[in-house]
């Protein structure tokens, strides 16, 4: 098996604007996932954890850095390497604070498109789609549209679309901000359940302490600056396994 | 997975709407270019109902239908007699307005060369040709006459014995086809009174001459009808029409008729031509130019409609790009959207356009290669209103989808 780390990102650098306007919101961020780990990224409002994110989930290119995925270089400062959407497409899933369904597909159509886009066949994208949700126990719920759904339900269709196409890294953004602390957990062991038992590196910006003895690791960001979080919640978390 | 159909069934109340909107636009353009069409096929249907080679007109005239033109009558037997005619007879039309059952009645009033046309070449739908030399007429369907009617014009009456559909003249009025005699007695009908009066002065004039005095015969023929005399002229045809002889040529015939110098010559083609530039040129070129102006008008109205639903779609659009749609999926989204909306567009154009027409007191004459044009417009209008829509989704990021 490929040894890589599922993410590993060096000295990651992000300045938006330039002159007065200009806003440092990362500063030589570097992290390392591996494969089936889960980590939790903490930090206050502003701290730049969605822009870390980004850059590491190649939508936003940081000004400086390098980000490597599955051992792929795929971005070297603000150069691309590579068909970015294509590799996105592949490799990483997305679950966001809002659920970001599309509105005019149904639950299990939300999730097969992600098959059909890496081109699987119709069916069989639909077959996995439907398991997916099953696992994640909307399965019931497959063919109503997002509205129909609550927020927990919602968020649960999001996360199995962001393990559709199988990647070997999810970025989560704040996903049970919507949700109650109990659903919340659900959701992050579910998290925690997805990167052990595929191998998947998981990043998780949450702001819910409760809920950090799921994680393998936990970041905190300030002002820009990571650090791996004290020993304690380290190892409290540890222990919790 | 089709996500076109599958966005166009989320909001199918909104997409079902505007494109009826946009098909009656349709509609519109497609009844535009059939009113332009009947207006040319209208015009064209008389000169091509008498089936005619040659008009034979007052010299330097442009025929009966773009002024009067006044010909004796005995110029047919002169044209007959040139070689290379096969045939030749009167062609009378004017236009009358007279009463009827207490509504006005307007129509043209064409005669037809009996013996030799009878009327077996006009669109009949009902009744028969003419069967005899008198008092019969062939309505045409817009005048609102029956099969047996009886209409008096003039002071005669005359029983509705056919029933043409379409044969209108260039201004719209139903024809009513007559034998060349008849509708010549309609055209110059006098009240009695005035012919009495008329009479009455020849008979003072001849009384005047010696010759009327002498001859007690003269008297008695100046008080009688006046085509029985032979001194007056009878009354004047439009023009004359007649055929070529087979494998005769008509340019060749048309020179004979150079040296005439009291008639000019067309050929069917020119009195065609003369006809579409003349009377009916003006509105023919109006209703084109209106045409065209709709064409764009449909087009700029179905752009915007396409961009306005892609400018709805620009966050689902950002997300499917966040998952990695390609550009592909993106423009085949937007494109087919358009393309769909198009055709049912189309469809419906044309499916209420089919009821709608034939309500219309003028001719709508939809042609199946204008149909076929206009669907090759819409096509291109589809896909032009789209890469607005197109356009504006190339430039959504995937993170606009987040947040
Ligand atoms: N697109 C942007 N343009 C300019 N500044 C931005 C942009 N996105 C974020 N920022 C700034 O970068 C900093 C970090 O933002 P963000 O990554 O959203 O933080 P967090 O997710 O931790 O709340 C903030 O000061 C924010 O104002
Ligand atoms: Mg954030």
Redesign the interface.
């Known amino acids: 098996m490929d040894e890589s780390p599922a993410l590993e990102t060096t000295a990651l650098t992000k300045v938006y604007g330039s002159g007065h306007t200009e806003v440092v919101a990362l500063r030589d961020a570097s992290m390392r996932v591996g494969r089936g780990e889960i980590v939790a990224l903490l930090g206050p409002s502003g701290a730049g954890k969605?822009t870390f994110l980004?850059c590491v989930g190649l939508?936003?290119p940081p000004t400086r850095g390098r980000v490597t995925i599955g051992g792929r270089l795929m971005q070297d400062g603000p150069r691309s390497l590579g068909d970015l959407?294509?590799f996105?497409?592949?490799n990483i899933g997305?679950v966001?604070q809002?659920s970001?369904l599309?509105?005019?597909?149904s639950a299990v159509?939300n999730v097969?498109?992600?098959g059909?886009?890496?081109g699987r066949p119709?069916s069989v994208a639909r077959r996995r789609a439907m398991e997916l949700l099953d696992t994640l126990g909307v399965g019931p719920r497959a063919l109503n549209?997002p509205t129909q759904l609550s927020g927990g339900e919602q968020q649960r269709v999001t996360i199995a679309?962001s393990l559709a196409?199988q990647p070997s890294l999810i970025l989560a953004?704040e996903p049970t901000a919507a949700l109650d602390s109990v659903r919340g957990r659900q959701v992050m062991e579910l998290f925690r359940d997805v990167a052990h038992k595929y191998g998947t590196g998981v990043i998780v910006v949450t702001h819910d302490h409760r809920a950090l003895d799921v994680f393998d690791t936990v970041y905190e960001m300030e002002d820009g600056a990571l650090r791996a979080a004290s020993h304690a919640v380290a190892n409290a978390s540890m222990e919790a396994r | 997975?089709n996500?076109a159909i599958?966005?166009i069934?989320?909001?199918l109340g909104r997409f079902i709407l505007t494109t009826i909107g946009v098909g009656l636009l349709l509609m519109v353009v497609m009844g535009m270019g059939g009113i332009y069409r009947g207006m040319v096929d209208d015009a064209l249907i008389v000169t091509r109902g008498v089936g005619a080679d040659l008009w034979i007109v007052q010299r330097d005239t442009r025929g009966p239908f773009a002024e009067v033109s006044r010909l004796p009558r005995s110029l047919v037997d002169r044209v007959a007699a040139v070689s290379g005619i096969l045939d030749a007879r009167e062609f009378v039309f004017h236009t009358i307005q007279r009463e009827h059952g207490g509504k006005p009645l307007r129509m043209g009033v064409l005669g037809l060369g009996w013996p030799i046309d009878k009327g077996e070449g006009l669109p009949l739908i009902a009744g028969r040709p003419l069967a005899q030399n008198h008092f019969e007429m062939i309505a045409d369907e817009s005048l609102g006459l029956e099969l047996g009617e009886r209409v008096r014009l003039g002071k005669d009456t005359y029983t509705v014995i056919g029933i043409t559909r379409w044969l209108v003249s260039s201004g719209g009025d139903g024809i009513a086809c007559f034998t060349s005699r008849d509708a010549q007695t309609i055209q110059f009908d006098e009240p009695g009174e005035s012919v009495r009066l008329e009479r009455q002065a020849r008979r003072a004039r001849a009384s005047e001459i010696d010759f009327g005095r002498t001859q007690p015969g003269v008297l008695q023929r100046a008080t009688g009808l006046s085509g029985n005399i032979a001194a007056l002229p009878g009354p004047a045809v439009s023009a004359v029409i007649a055929r070529l002889a087979p494998g005769a040529d008509v340019d060749a015939v048309l020179r004979s008729f150079e040296g005439w110098s009291d008639v000019t010559a067309y050929s069917g083609a020119q009195q065609e031509d003369l006809l579409l530039k003349g009377s009916v040129d003006r509105a023919r070129r109006q209703i084109l130019l209106f045409r065209v102006l709709l064409t764009i008008i449909c087009a700029v109205i179905m752009g915007l409609i396409i961009y306005t639903l892609t400018l709805d779609k620009l966050h689902?659009i950002a997300?499917?790009?966040?998952?990695?749609?390609?550009n592909r999926?993106i423009v085949g989204l937007i494109l087919q959207q358009s393309l769909i909306m198009g055709a049912l567009a189309y469809g419906v154009g044309y499916l209420v356009g089919q009821r709608l027409f034939p309500l219309f007191p003028r001719r709508v004459l939809v042609t199946g290669d204008d149909l076929l044009r206009l669907a090759g417009i819409v096509l291109a209008i589809s896909i032009l209103a789209s890469l607005l829509g197109i356009w504006k989704a190339m430039r959504v990021?995937?993170?606009d989808?987040?947040?």
Request: positive net charge.
């Open positions: 969605s980004l939508i936003n959407r294509h996105r497409r592949e997305f966001f809002k970001n599309i509105p005019f597909l159509e097969q498109i992600v059909e886009l890496i119709s549209m679309r196409n953004d | 997975m996500l599958r966005d069934r989320h909001s689902p997300l499917l790009k966040l998952i990695g749609a390609t999926t990021a995937p993170n989808a987040i947040g």
